[in-house]
């Protein structure tokens, strides 16, 4: 393992990446925090070596900023995924930006329609919150996909989402609560800023059984 990039290092250079200049309610296209980013990607990194030479999956990418943040931590090749072609063209000139775009495929397209094989995903899924289930669609095929799943759900939705885990081959190895702070985006809000309890899940299939 390479040296070490601390947290805080990591989230600074999260911070430095466009975010979506017209998110979609629909989609809940909200940008992964930086600080949430940055711990999930510590955490893939250095506690379980889930980054350094793997082959990662950004279900959902956004912006980008999972992936490529996997990529600046030593991934070999990532490929980044999400339904609005908005969102992938600005994770090119993100990628492009960070110097990583020779090692990232950005597919624009449905997360169910990703063929391969891969060592570890990561992603912020949809909360389910416009389209019933939609986080764990993501979840099913996260697991279908890699043997290493690193995901971020509502805190209470844990029970729900520990046994959808455990059918599906799954088993939850960390669960870290954290706060989400989501600023205002849509005129549906009525604060400035909202603040989310989530927990952030790694999972390894224990189940090779595809669904």
Known sequence: MGQIIPRIKIEGML?????????DPWLEQYTTPAD?????????????????DKVVADLGCGTGRLGIGALLLGAQHVIEVDIDPRAVAVALKNAEAAKVS???CLVSGDVASLRGVFDTVLMNPPFGTKRRHRDVMFLSEALRLAGSVYS?????????I?????????KVSSLLQMELEIPWMFDFHE????????????IARVDQRVY
């Open 15 to 23: 911070e430095c990446l466009r975010p979506h200049p017209d998110p």
């Open 36 to 52: 949430v980013a940055a711990e999930m990607l510590f955490t893939a990194a250095y506690v379980f070596d889930d980054i350094e």
């Open 102 to 104: 020779d090692r990232c």
């Open 152 to 160: 971020i759900h509502k805190s209470s939705t844990r029970r729900f």
């Open 162 to 170: 520990t046994g959808f885990i455990q059918r599906r081959g799954g």
């Open 191 to 202: 604060k400035v800023r909202k603040s989310v309890t989530v927990d952030l899940y790694r």
